[in-house]
């Protein structure tokens, strides 16, 4: 059992290392939507050509009119006719996997949040009782809150993001520079927030050996591999 109870805490960094690398790559999937390439044309509905061609209508009309002009109207930054479509055909595929990157992002956020409030509860019932206690651990509790509360306004901007993505917008290929831009900002916090609840970890289970146990062995830590 304590054999077992030892691999919890490997199994912990590989398992949320192993999800911001599949959360990468799904930002980086994004992209790749608006491109036109690896979706077979079989595959799109039919429906989806007779719901997009009144914007295709008004959309090309417009885009005409500004190549004989030569300049685009206030300023706007439309995509070209072909780009549009394949953008309207995949928007609604776009939204989603966007939707999902920031439900996958507020997920790791519970686990590393359940994480740390298991470790808490550890140390100040277990350890403390026995005189165990960390110099530091006020400082590394506030630091885990400190990333936490950092990672609530980045994810409300990716949210605000994916709400006014639209294919015929103003600059829709800036809309989604700008989404894969917001949510790098959250992965980069979502490591942050994974190292600070480490770094409690580490600390806890040091003086944990001393007292013959550990934070990582504990029956109340809950495995991350989910």
Same mark, same amino acid.
């Given at each position: 059992?304590?054999? !077992? ?5 490997? +199994? ?6 192993? /999800? ?16 036109? @390439? ?19 209508? /008004?959309? =090309? ?19 070209? *006719?072909?780009? $549009?479509? +394949?953008?309207?055909?995949? =928007? ?11 439900? %996958?992002?507020? %997920?790791?956020?519970?686990?590393? #949040? ?5 470790? @808490? ?12 206690? !960390?110099?530091?651990? #006020? &400082?590394?509790? $506030? ?8 990672? &609530?306004? $980045? ?5 605000? #993001?994916? &709400? ?11 809309? $989604? ?6 949510? @790098?900002?959250? *992965? ?7 190292? /600070?609840?480490?770094?409690? *970890? ?25």
């Amino acid at each position: 059992m304590k054999k !077992l109870r030892s691999y919890i805490f490997p +199994i912990f960094i590989l398992a949320s290392t192993f /999800s911001l690398f599949v959360f990468v790559s799904q930002v980086s999937a994004v992209d790749n939507s608006t491109s036109g @390439q690896n979706t077979a044309p079989g595959l799109l509905k039919k429906q989806m050509y007779a719901t997009d061609s009144r914007k295709l209508a /008004s959309s =090309e009309g417009a885009l005409r009119a500004n190549k004989l002009s030569g300049t685009p109207p206030f300023g706007k930054i439309r995509l070209e *006719i072909n780009k $549009l479509r +394949i953008c309207q055909q995949r =928007e609604k595929n776009i939204v989603n996997r966007s939707n999902n990157m920031v439900r %996958h992002a507020n %997920h790791m956020i519970e686990v590393f #949040d359940s994480i740390s409030t298991r470790i @808490q509860n550890y140390y100040l019932t277990k350890l403390v009782p026995q005189g165990k206690v !960390l110099p530091n651990y #006020d &400082a590394l509790v $506030l630091e885990i809150q400190t990333n936490k509360n950092t990672l &609530a306004p $980045l994810l409300e901007t990716v949210k605000t #993001d994916v &709400a006014n993505f639209k294919c015929d917008g103003d600059d829709p290929k800036g809309q $989604l520079d700008q989404f894969k831009e917001d949510m @790098q900002a959250v *992965i980069v916090g979502l490591k942050t927030f994974k190292t /600070s609840v480490r770094n409690l *970890i580490v600390a806890v289970n040091s003086i944990g050996r001393e007292a013959g146990t550990s934070a990582s062995g504990s029956a109340t830590v809950p495995v991350v591999a989910q």
